[in-house]
T-cell receptor
Framework: AQKVTQAQTEISVVEKEDVTLDCVYETRDTTYYLFWYKQPPSGELVFLIRRNSFDEQNEISGRYSWNFQKSTSSFNFTITASQVVDSAVYFC??????????????FGKGTLLTVNP | EPEVTQTPSHQVTQMGQEVILRCVPISNHLYFYWYRQILGQKVEFLVSFYNNEISEKSEIFDDQFSVERPDGSNFTLKIRSTKLEDSAMYFCFTARERGTDTQYFGPGTRLTVL
C-alpha cells in the first residue's frame, strides 16, 4: 500500500527566510507520480507540481524548488525568500500506476506553514 | 484556464437527509473522482469513475454514497442519509488522461451536517 509522510505538522518562519517542507513516500510500484498542493485558508487545492518516478531532475519555478531523491524516497519542497502569501497548508501526494483509469492520490497529512511579517 | 466547478459551495443539512453535490468537469475530461477532507485532516480518496462506472472506491464509500453522471456533463455525489461524520469538504477531481498535467481539483463543497 502506498503511504505519504509529512513529518512536519507546523512550521513558522519569518518573511524572507527559506523553508523546506519534507515529504517521504512509500510505494511498491516502479512507476508513480508525486505531487505538491497548496491549500490556502480559503480552502481550495492549488496544484504546484507533478513529478513522475523516472524524472529525478530537480525543478525550480520562481521561488519554489523541489528535490526528488528516489534513493531516500523523498520529494522535498523548498520556498526561497518566503512571503506572507505563502502561508498555507501544503500537501504532498502520491499516485501509483495501478493500471486502468485510476488516478487515485494518496495524500500526506499536510504541513501548515505560517510566514510572519 | 479551464476550470472544474462545484455546486453548492456550502451546504448545511440535517442528519438523515439526502444531499447531492454537483461537479461540472472540464469538457474533454474522462476520469472523475471525489475526495473528502474532514476539517483539519488530510484529503482522502472516495471514488473514481470512468466510462460511466465506478473504477475504484475506498472503504469510506459505503452504501450511503453513490455517484453518477446523469446527463453526460454533471458528475454528482449523493449521500442518501447524512451522518454527523459526513461533515467535510468534498472535492471533485477530473483528468483528461492518466499521468498528465491535465488534472484539476474543483474548489470544493463544504458540507455541514447538523
Amino acid at each position: 500500500a502506498q503511504k505519504v509522510t509529512q513529518a512536519q505538522t507546523e512550521i513558522s518562519v519569518v518573511e524572507k527566510e527559506d523553508v523546506t517542507l519534507d515529504c517521504v513516500y512509500e510505494t511498491r510500484d516502479t512507476t508513480y507520480y508525486l505531487f505538491w498542493y497548496k491549500q490556502p485558508p480559503s480552502g481550495e487545492l492549488v496544484f504546484l507540481i507533478r513529478r513522475n518516478s523516472f524524472d529525478e531532475q530537480n525543478e525550480i519555478s520562481g521561488r519554489y524548488s523541489w528535490n526528488f531523491q528516489k534513493s531516500t524516497s523523498s520529494f522535498n519542497f523548498t520556498i526561497t525568500a518566503s512571503q506572507v502569501v505563502d502561508s498555507a497548508v501544503y500537501f504532498c501526494a502520491l499516485s501509483e500506476n495501478s493500471g486502468g483509469s485510476n488516478y487515485k492520490l494518496t495524500f500526506g497529512k499536510g504541513t501548515l506553514l505560517t510566514v510572519n511579517p | 484556464e479551464p476550470e472544474v466547478t462545484q455546486t453548492p459551495s456550502h451546504q448545511v443539512t440535517q442528519m438523515g437527509q439526502e444531499v447531492i453535490l454537483r461537479c461540472v468537469p472540464i469538457s474533454n475530461h474522462l476520469y472523475f473522482y471525489w475526495y473528502r477532507q474532514i476539517l483539519g485532516q488530510k484529503v482522502e480518496f472516495l471514488v473514481s469513475f470512468y466510462n460511466n462506472e465506478i473504477s475504484e472506491k475506498s472503504e469510506i464509500f459505503d452504501d450511503q454514497f453513490s455517484v453518477e453522471r446523469p446527463d453526460g456533463s454533471n458528475f454528482t455525489l449523493k449521500i442518501r442519509s447524512t451522518k454527523l461524520e459526513d461533515s467535510a469538504m468534498y472535492f471533485c477531481f477530473t483528468a483528461r488522461e492518466r499521468g498528465t498535467d491535465t488534472q484539476y481539483f474543483g474548489p470544493g463543497t463544504r458540507l455541514t451536517v447538523l
